[in-house]
């Protein structure tokens, strides 16, 4: 992959013997979706796939970015002066650039960026966030900003916010940033505390498996979602003195949810503080190397997601149906945002090749799609190469 990034750096933009080396992971989280925006647990970790990026500095105030992705888009340039969001991949380090220059940041000069990414594109493990943090990371190297990891997420997720219009959560930024190998990352996002939690489990594996279902309108429908959960806080928040809807336990809900007054809002806010205990519980149990309680949380998550969140539609849901009857599977669920992407399964350690060939062979049959696996390893944050 190095090889192939250096190769078409040296063909976009010439020797490139300045030019430094970058990678950035992309994400799955195991469970916890849909909590992050609502003060609630999420638990995601770092994975081995992600972005790798090359780029150096230049003599004057011009930002050229190009994607080994998206070659159709050309080198996209902009005068570091005028940034505006264009509609094409380079909104993403364009809105990071412009939210370090807010914070006092700001570029002497302009620079070369070519990214090359190995993430399925749309499907859930975070191809942006991995672009927004490596962004930062690459800024932070070049220009000797003083930034944390932390504060890097802060700034991909405010830029992904104001720059781009998805009014996503800090749980992709954060666990790509701060990432660590071997561990889940278990973070509060109310309070943005932390505790990494290491995934070893001598017989099991997580198995992330690509539907191939193009993600459409998700990024509205995202908004949507947490427009309604934000509209059963204020009602709740008549009755009950909560922060968000994390401030809840189930029991808390079941006494005051009522106060909800539409039902919709009322389904979104039951798996907002469901899911939040489920990932609570979910930690421990990972702790405790308890495969079957993680893998039951995780099938309880996938069905909230399904029937009272209801961002998977029937494709993921064959998807994870099948998965969950295949021989030696705790558990499967959906990943991520939704609207299509990828699932997350926990398969004894001796049943990965088949439950890979049995759900690709049955999921073509019923949706007529291919399935794509993929092994991948917990890794670290951001690193220079
Ligand atoms: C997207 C967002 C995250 C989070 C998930 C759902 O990945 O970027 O902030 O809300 O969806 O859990």
Redesign the pocket.
């Known amino acids: 992959m190095r090889q192939r990034v250096r190769r078409e750096y040296e063909k976009i933009f010439g020797d490139g013997g300045e030019a430094r080396e970058y990678f950035a992971p992309g994400r799955v989280?195991l469970i916890?979706?849909?909590?992050?925006?609502n003060g609630g647990h999420?638990f995601p970790c770092a994975i081995n796939l992600g972005t790798y990026g090359m780029a150096e500095k230049r003599n004057d105030n011009k930002l050229c970015f190009y994607s080994v992705n998206f070659p159709e888009a050309g080198i996209v340039s902009a005068d570091l002066t005028k940034l505006r969001r264009e509609k094409n991949w380079a909104d993403y380090p364009k809105g990071v650039i412009q939210t370090f220059g807010e914070r006092g940041m700001e570029l002497s000069c302009g620079l070369n960026m070519l990214l090359c990414g190995n993430l399925p594109h749309g499907s859930?493990l975070?191809s942006?966030?991995s672009v927004e943090v490596l962004t930062g990371y690459i800024l932070r190297d070049l220009f000797g900003f003083d930034v944390t990891n932390e504060e890097l997420a802060k700034i991909g997720?405010y830029s992904?916010n104001n720059f781009n219009g998805?009014n996503?959560?800090?749980?992709?930024q954060f666990a790509i940033a701060m990432g660590k190998k071997g561990h889940a990352v278990f973070l509060d996002t109310s309070a943005l505390s932390y505790e990494y939690v290491p995934v070893s489990l001598p017989q099991a594996a997580f198995v992330i498996t690509c539907s191939n279902v193009k993600r459409e309108l998700g990024e509205s429908a995202?908004n949507e979602r947490r427009a309604e959960s934000e509209r059963a806080l204020a009602d709740l928040q008549q009755v009950i003195g909560i922060c968000t809807l994390g401030d809840m336990t189930g029991e808390m809900f079941e006494v005051y949810q009522s106060a909800v007054r539409d039902e919709v809002c009322r389904r979104r806010a039951r798996h907002a503080v469901y899911e939040n205990q489920r990932t609570i519980q979910a930690k421990e149990a990972l702790k405790r190397k308890d495969v079957e309680t993680v893998g039951r949380l995780m099938n309880e998550s996938h069905r909230s997601l399904s029937e009272d969140y209801e961002v998977t539609g029937d494709t993921m849901d064959t998807l994870v149906s099948i998965s969950q009857a295949q021989p030696g599977v705790w558990g499967s669920r959906i990943t991520?945002?939704?609207f299509g992407g990828c699932t997350v399964s926990l398969v004894q350690s001796g049943c990965v090749e088949a439950f890979q060939r049995e759900v690709g062979k049955k999921y073509r049959e019923k949706t007529g799609l291919r399935a794509d696996f993929y092994a991948v390893e917990i890794a670290d944050g951001p690193v220079v190469l």
């Open positions: 989280n916890g979706d849909h909590t992050d925006y999420v859930g975070s942006s966030a997720q992904e998805v996503c959560g800090i749980m992709d995202y991520g945002a939704g």
